[in-house]
């Protein structure tokens, strides 16, 4: 089994907004102001929206040859229903993360629509980040106390 490990730095930034950091990169989360942040970014839940979208666009991208998909173009739109007094601690009873996500993926290829619809299942069944969200990982927290 060929395990590769990832690696993400997030650090705390000015109010709500955070860095985040891998291999060199870097982009800022924040939230919205209705939510108590500054909107100078998009808030984690709309970033792994973005990561499960482009994570499935790069899979499509990466296999379309060898499905026999002549793709000419990919766009996904996804929606997640999020009950926010969840999170907030208004409800106990609501869940805190996505109680639903929904995506449309527009297909531009010369194929036939059974091969686009095989193709897609294929897409969804390989995409990392759909599998971690459906099949969720074993969470491990380390604290360390700084100065």
């Known amino acids: 089994m060929a395990i590769e490990k990832f690696k993400t730095v997030v ?3 000015e109010g709500l907004q955070v860095s985040c950091k891998s291999r060199g990169f870097e982009f800022i989360l924040d939230e919205p ?7 100078t970014g ?12 482009a994570c499935k666009v790069i899979v499509a991208k990466s296999f379309a040859r060898l ?3 002549k793709l000419n173009d990919i766009r996904i739109e996804l929606e997640g229903d999020l009950d926010v007094d969840g999170f907030m601690g208004k409800n106990p ?4 993360g996505f ?12 194929n036939t629509v059974e091969e686009i619809e095989k ?8 995409c990392p980040v759909a599998d971690t969200i459906e099949n ?4 491990e927290t380390v604290i360390i106390k700084e100065p």
Not at 119 to 126: K, L, M
Not at 136 to 139: E, L
């Open 33 to 39: 102001k209705n939510l108590g942040g500054t909107d």
């Open 99 to 110: 109680s639903r996500i929904s995506s449309q993926i527009y297909i531009d290829a010369d």
């Open 11 to 13: 650090k705390s930034v």
């Open 93 to 96: 009873d609501a869940k805190i």
């Open 42 to 53: 998009m808030n984690p839940v709309e970033a792994l929206l973005g990561t499960l979208g």
């Open 136 to 139: 969720a990982p074993v969470m």
């Open 67 to 69: 499905h026999h998909i």
């Open 119 to 126: 193709f897609v299942e294929f897409i969804n069944r390989t």
